[in-house]
């Protein structure tokens, strides 16, 4: 998988002993580097993951291309649209189409969404959809000779809260899909004027052009954590990232509001300028946590 892929997967090949594979970037492209991922496939390869989009930079990995690489090799392809799931479902009708990252690819089997990001549901309601019933039929689990009875179960989690089912199907259905469509519209809109407005500050650059909802950004010309700690002192709470050093906003609902989006650029241009006057501006980059 990208080094870029969730460390929910390193989280479960940890629990499961299973050998992971974290494949690096291309450099300029910010996408994962598919010769390289290639080659790192063995006799013993059980999945291969792709991101739609991957949290840090907001790039959808080259699912087509990798669907291609899982079909070569028969090993089934996972794409995680955990973040963006309710957003690139809906942007080809909201104006912003997409290359294909779903089951129209013969090589995914199985994509995970969660619905309490841009789906707006609370948390715990999250989904995962196979291609067919066969492969969805591993997920459960049986136990027919217990004294308290046959005991069955869907998930890892064991049982799942009605209430939080029922708030999830409520959010849904108040939306509907031209509310999801609208919502999206609004918030790629959004996300492509920051990215407009942040590449036009002399002192940072866009780590890439935002896929989705994500934009990232670092800089060559000071430690990017002080922009990072003037933009949390005007009350921007935004992510750090590191390998390498920078910081991202996800766009959602809230920025789309407005004056939200110009006042983030005008603190964006004041803290850049304050931090290019100031003696420390080079000191070592730390970590982010």
Same mark, same amino acid.
């Given at each position: 998988m990208p080094i870029t892929a969730h460390p929910a997967f390193n989280k479960a090949c940890c629990y499961f002993k299973i050998k992971l594979k974290r494949i690096p970037l291309?450099? +300029? =492209?910010?996408?994962?580097?598919?010769?390289?991922? !290639?080659?790192?496939? =063995?006799? $013993? =390869?059980?999945?291969?993951? #792709? %991101?739609?989009?991957? *949290?840090?930079?907001?790039? /959808?990995?080259?699912?087509?291309?990798? %669907?291609? /690489? #899982?079909?070569?090799? $028969?090993?089934?392809?996972?794409?995680? #649209?955990?973040?963006?799931?309710?957003?690139? #479902? *809906?942007?080809? +009708?909201?104006? *912003?189409?997409?290359?294909?990252?779903? *089951? !129209?690819?013969?090589g995914v089997m199985s994509i995970s969404c969660d619905t309490h990001k841009y789906g707006f549901t609370p948390k715990g309601t999250s989904v995962i959809l196979y291609r067919n019933a066969e492969l969805r039929q591993h997920q459960f689990f049986a136990v027919a000779d217990w004294p308290g009875g046959i005991y069955g179960s869907p998930t890892v989690a064991g049982s799942r809260s009605g209430y939080l089912i029922a708030c999830c199907w409520a959010t849904l259905m108040y939306y509907g899909l031209e509310g999801y469509i609208e919502e999206t519209r609004k918030i790629i809109q959004i996300a492509r004027y920051i990215a407009d407005g942040w590449s036009k500050i002399d002192g940072i650059y866009l780590l890439h052009q935002p896929d989705v909802s994500v934009v990232a950004i670092s800089s060559n010309k000071f430690n990017i954590y002080y922009l990072f700690d003037g933009?949390?002192?005007?009350?921007?709470?935004? /992510?750090?990232? +590191? $390998?390498?050093?920078?910081?991202?906003?996800?766009? =959602? +609902?809230?920025h789309t509001q407005p004056g939200i989006v110009e006042k983030l650029l005008e603190d964006t241009q004041q803290c850049v300028d304050e931090i290019l006057k100031s003696d420390n501006k080079t000191d070592t980059v730390t970590v982010s946590i």
């Open positions: 291309n450099p +300029q =492209t910010r996408e994962v580097d598919l010769y390289q991922m !290639r080659r790192a496939i =063995t006799k $013993n =390869t059980c999945m291969l993951v #792709a %991101s739609a989009p991957n *949290f840090p930079h907001g790039v /959808i990995d080259p699912i087509e291309d990798i %669907s291609k /690489i #899982a079909m070569e090799y $028969n090993i089934p392809l996972h794409v995680d #649209a955990c973040l963006g799931g309710f957003l690139i #479902a *809906f942007m080809d +009708q909201a104006g *912003f189409p997409l290359k294909p990252f779903d *089951f !129209r690819l013969p933009l949390h002192e005007k009350g921007w709470h935004l /992510i750090g990232l +590191q $390998n390498p050093p920078g910081i991202h906003i996800a766009v =959602t +609902q809230v």
